[in-house]
């Protein structure tokens, strides 16, 4: 069966350190891999999109990885604040035509 | 621009009743969709809609209804309200993958508690 799985539910980091969230799928072949942020009682923010020919993708202090044949994206937040507080999620879409499926997500407690 | 609305943002309904959530986009985009998200189980599609007149299902389709009689709007029925669909459901909208990057525009969410 198809899975995207978010290995932490929860995620605590001291401000100023590299928090690392993982994304792993199986049994989907994405065109391209996206990450949003959740904040509580909001909707979903888009941050980055990382495309399956692209192995690395930064915008300021995020960086994303794609690795096709591990099945796994990595979501690095650099020099982390407390306002990086928030839930993670990634999501991803087949070849084709089809909607993104997404994972359960990772909340991040950056702790001053 | 207002990106995504959503209304109401929070209901209560006694299981049995019947209640319409709107979804409108000014962003003139061709695709939407309805999520419902629940603890622990992540964003789950209920529908979407590729244009306006075209509907299909999602991941949980059973016990809701959709339409998209106008580009803009996009609705979601309840029929026969159940204690199962207490939810937050979230809207969002999109051009096709093939125009732009695929990004989602979400709503700020809509509470629906059954009672």
């Known amino acids: 069966s198809q899975k995207i799985e978010q290995n932490s539910e929860a995620l605590n980091i001291q401000e100023g350190k590299t928090a690392t969230l993982t994304c792993n799928y199986t049994?989907?072949?994405?065109?391209?891999l996206q990450w949003y942020r959740q904040d509580p009682g909001r909707g979903p923010v888009f941050l980055l999109l990382?495309?399956?020919?692209?192995k690395e993708k930064r915008k300021e202090r995020l960086k994303v990885t794609f690795d096709t044949t591990l099945k796994q994206s990595l979501f690095h937040i650099t020099a982390s604040q407390p306002a990086d507080s928030a839930t993670y999620l990634c999501a991803l879409r087949n070849s084709g035509n089809t909607p993104l499926v997404f994972g359960k997500g990772t909340r991040l407690s950056v702790i001053a | 621009n207002a990106g995504v609305t959503q209304t109401p943002k929070f209901r209560v309904l006694k299981t049995g009743q019947s209640m319409t959530l709107l979804c409108a986009q000014d962003?003139?985009?061709?695709?939407m969709y309805w999520y419902r998200q629940d603890p622990g189980m992540g964003l789950r599609l209920i529908h979407y809609?590729?244009?306006?007149?075209?509907?299909a299902k999602g991941e949980v389709p059973d016990g809701y209804n959709v339409s998209r009689l106008k580009k803009q709007n996009f609705l979601l029925g309840l029929e026969s309200a159940a204690p199962s669909q207490t939810s937050v459901y979230f809207c969002a909208s999109s051009y096709p993958r093939y125009v732009e990057t695929g990004e989602l525009f979400f709503g700020e969410g809509s509470r629906l508690t059954v009672l």
């Open positions: 962003m003139n985009h061709e695709y």
């Open positions: 049994n989907y072949s994405p065109a391209y």
């Open positions: 990382i495309r399956e020919n692209e």
């Open positions: 809609s590729v244009g306006e007149g075209t509907t």
